[in-house]
């Protein structure tokens, strides 16, 4: 089964398809033999289960083309796909539109569309706006009575109390074809929002792949302490090189409440929170053999998911060079010098393991994520695993290893295991109040003028920022753009988790509005048939 044109929706198992660029000079004719097979009994058996055209009627197909088409729909009951089809008589549309223009309004999914594919979407979602982006430009009919036309998605109509068809059914002549109604492209949520639903209605539901939408977030450094951003000095005072001077901030590190709200947060959210642990900073935080932070967390560990960080969070890379900027692996006879042995590795592992047991922390057997990446790949200076690390992942039954997909985007194999790339979300690991986060902000964004470090000014890929007000740029712009980072990788069935550090929950709690403003814009589009996959439904 294929279809003519290819449909983008991503999928983890894409659809197979045979495409024809209508405006390529050596592309195939489109035929009955084209369409259709002869069986061995002598009937005839079609090739494709779904066509899938740009328009009605679009350049480059010829009448011929089109008759053929027309046959073999009629022939095999096979459903034809308009990607684009402005509102027109000869699709069961009146003209002109009642509205053309920008589509700010809410849509409603009919009880045919929810009947036809679309009933994963609630009856009543958001169009545009908020993380869904800029409203793309479309037109909304009224069906012609008689005419054939099935409205499968409405809209109401910007500026009025009416409602109109942005989406709909037409049959006629023992054809059936899907109108849609606005112009879009495959990075828009509104494209994505569309893309199962027509996927089944072109096949009735009979297709290969699957459609899942994602999120996960983990959270590094659980029970360690993060350092802290210095807004006097502009550094992060033992995470980075700071001005002489530079008075040390104190450390980061989640308090007993803070666990006792994610826990009512996850329930009241549905979701689960992912910790990455390192048992050894534990022991470090003990008083009279007590940590209060692992106190708080035993009764409730099995609320979340738990993935080893290292005993404590050890660097496992080449041994660096820092009397050079930027630093340099140190190599002897050739060889790149590792700072982590076997030894070493494999106490990381097995150690935090074993804390985990002892204190009722259910932590997954098979995933690692190691301290800051250390030990895999990190260009230009590391241009290789380290060894040791790849010889240790078999003999301690590890299966997944965590990476930064901002350095390696595709899953690799590392060793007897494969590296599962994480999205980082842009909120300071060194962060844990808005006063910093802006700051901190503000210093990597604005050019030295604004005050600011004056990074963008040298850069090719970026440019300056004006100063976010220290009240309201957590708000009005940090928060929106995470949302919106996030929330589109969720609608393009990117498995790829997220994360962000334990300071993020603690202090102003920064992690909770950019979560809850990925569920809250999920949720108000999809109905309860088409939940987020999260860790815990994974697992």
């Known amino acids: 089964h294929r279809d003519l044109h290819s449909f983008p929706t991503r999928r983890s198992s894409d659809l197979p398809d045979r495409v024809v660029r209508l405006h390529d000079s050596s592309r195939p004719a489109i035929t009955r033999a084209f369409l259709a097979r002869t069986l061995p009994g002598g009937g005839k058996g079609g090739k494709f289960d ?39 008589p000869d699709m069961g549309m009146s003209t002109p539109p009642v509205y053309g223009g ?5 849509m409603g999914v009919t009880s045919a569309g929810a009947s036809a594919g679309f009933g994963y ?24 009575p008689g005419g054939g036309a099935t409205p499968l998605i409405t809209s109401a109509i910007p500026h009025s109390s009416g409602h109109a068809t942005l989406v ?26 569309l893309a199962p639903g027509i996927v089944s209605w072109v096949t009735r539901g009979v297709n290969l792949g699957n459609w899942r939408n994602y999120l996960s977030v983990g959270y590094d450094d659980m029970f360690l302490e993060d350092a802290q951003w210095s807004t006097k000095g502009h550094c992060t005072p033992g995470g980075s090189v700071c001005p002489k001077g530079t008075p040390m901030t104190p450390t980061i590190r989640m308090k007993p409440d803070d666990v006792r709200y994610a826990v009512r947060w996850e329930k009241q959210h549905q979701f689960t929170i992912e910790f990455l642990y390192n048992g050894g900073a534990s022991q470090r935080f003990a008083k009279n053999g007590v940590d209060p932070l692992l106190a708080a967390t035993r009764p409730v560990a099995k609320d979340f998911y738990w993935v080893n960080h290292t005993w404590s969070h050890a660097y496992l890379g080449c041994k660096q060079n820092f009397s050079v900027v930027p630093w340099r692996c140190v190599t002897s006879g050739g060889q790149l010098v590792w700072a982590a042995g076997r030894g070493l590795i494999d106490s990381q592992i097995v150690r935090n393991f074993a804390w985990a047991r002892q204190n009722g922390i259910p932590a997954d057997p098979g995933v690692l994520a190691t301290g800051g990446y250390s030990g895999l790949t990190l260009l230009p200076q590391q241009p290789v695993d380290n060894p040791y690390l790849v010889q240790a992942l078999g003999p301690n039954k590890i299966k997944w290893v965590a990476m930064d997909a901002s350095r390696e985007p595709t899953m690799r194999p590392v060793g007897a295991a494969f590296g599962v790339p994480r999205h980082p979300i842009d909120v300071g690991y060194d962060v844990d109040t808005v006063a910093t986060e802006v700051n901190e902000f503000n ?5 030295k003028a604004d005050g600011g470090s004056g990074i963008c000014e040298r850069s090719k890929v970026t440019r300056c920022l004006k100063p976010l007000n220290p ?9 929106p753009a995470q949302v919106q980072a996030v929330y589109r990788d969720v609608l393009n069935n990117d498995p790829r988790p997220f994360f962000m550090h334990q300071s993020n929950l603690t202090g102003d709690r920064l992690a909770y509005p950019v ?25």
């Not at 679009?58 to 011929?64: E, V």
């Open 50 to 88: 779904a066509v899938v055209l740009p328009a009605p009627s679009p350049a480059g197909l010829s009448g011929a083309e089109e008759a053929a088409l027309a046959w073999y729909e009629r022939r095999f009951n096979v459903r034809e796909v308009d990607a684009y089809a402005p509102p027109d």
């Open 515 to 539: 979560m809850d403003g990925v569920l809250s814009a999920y949720r108000a589009v999809y109905g309860p048939s088409a939940p987020i996959v999260d860790r815990k439904s994974v697992v």
């Open 102 to 106: 920008r589509l700010t309004g809410t």
């Open 121 to 144: 979407l609630n009856r009543s979602f958001p169009f545009s706006g908020g993380p869904a982006g800029a409203a793309p430009f479309g037109y909304l009919a009224q069906p012609v």
């Open 471 to 479: 009240k309201t740029g957590w708000t009005s712009v940090i928060v």
């Open 443 to 447: 210093w990597f964004n604005d050019s």
């Open 168 to 193: 709909w059914q037409y049959g006629q002549g023992g054809r059936q074809h899907l109108g849609i109604g606005f112009g879009y492209g495959y990075f828009q949520a509104q494209f994505h929002y």
